[in-house]
């Protein structure tokens, strides 16, 4: 059965700072894995995703995730963090369940930046 | 294309009422799905259907049903609304597979009395 955990309810960084929204996953086959973003009042936005090519994926706004099945992790880093990224972050896989496909969340990571 | 649409976006209900949330898409995406967003606990999936016709569960389905007439279209019904089903919904819809990108609507900001 396929599971998601976000290590961090919140992280806090400064403006300019890297980082970093950890994401371990388990799953029984080959899974997809996305990062979605969602802004205060707003709906969900795809940040990025991997589906078996490069194990490096690169998303918008200069956000990159790293796909290491031996950690069965899929974190989430950016370089220098912008006021703009402060909003709510999902880790979520994809695979093969009973009758189809399933999805799952993470229950989420609070990014705060501090000017 | 309008993409993925909900309606109503802000619904307050009384305890023991009944209501449909709409979702609708025009991308002729044969999954379609509905969520409902917590504090805390992330999206958690209520209903799916894989195409027309074909409806199955998710992870916490009680008190909600579910129908799938044709492609486009893929209501919610709370049968008895409850203080406990006071949430954010969302409907998603996507092409099967793992692989797909899911589509989501803007929401529904559900408070049940």
């Known amino acids: 059965a396929q599971s998601v955990t976000q290590l961090d309810s919140h992280v806090s960084v400064s403006e300019g700072t890297p980082v970093l929204l950890r994401c371990n996953y388990s799953?029984?086959?080959?899974?997809?894995l996305f990062w979605y973003v969602q802004h205060p009042n707003k709906g969900l936005q795809l940040l990025l995703k991997?589906?078996?090519?490069?194990?490096l994926v690169k998303g918008i706004n200069g956000f990159e995730a790293e796909f290491k099945k031996s950690e069965t992790s899929f974190h989430l880093t950016k370089p220098s963090a912008h006021m703009s990224d402060a909003a709510e972050y999902f880790c979520?896989?994809?695979?093969?369940?009973?009758?189809?496909?399933?999805?799952?969340f993470g229950a989420g990571t609070r990014l705060f930046v501090k000017a | 294309n309008a993409g993925v649409t909900q309606t109503p976006k802000f619904q307050v209900l009384k305890t023991g009422q009944s209501m449909t949330l709409q979702c609708a898409q025009d991308?002729?995406?044969?999954?379609m799905s509905w969520y409902r967003q917590d504090p805390g606990m992330g999206l958690r999936l209520i209903h799916y259907?894989?195409?027309?016709?074909?409806?199955d569960q998710g992870e916490v389905p009680n008190g909600y049903n579910v129908s799938r007439s044709t492609t486009e279209d893929f209501p919610l019904r709370l049968l008895s609304a409850a203080p406990s089903q006071t949430s954010v919904y969302f409907c998603?819809?996507?092409?099967?597979?793992?692989?797909?990108?899911?589509?989501f609507g803007p929401g529904t900001r559900l408070l049940v009395l």
């Open positions: 998603a819809s996507s092409y099967p597979g793992r692989a797909s990108l899911q589509y």
């Open positions: 799953s029984s086959y080959s899974p997809s």
């Open positions: 991997y589906t078996s090519a490069a194990t």
């Open positions: 979520v896989v994809s695979d093969r369940g009973d009758g189809g496909f399933k999805t799952i």
């Open positions: 991308m002729n995406h044969e999954y």
């Open positions: 259907s894989v195409g027309a016709g074909i409806t």
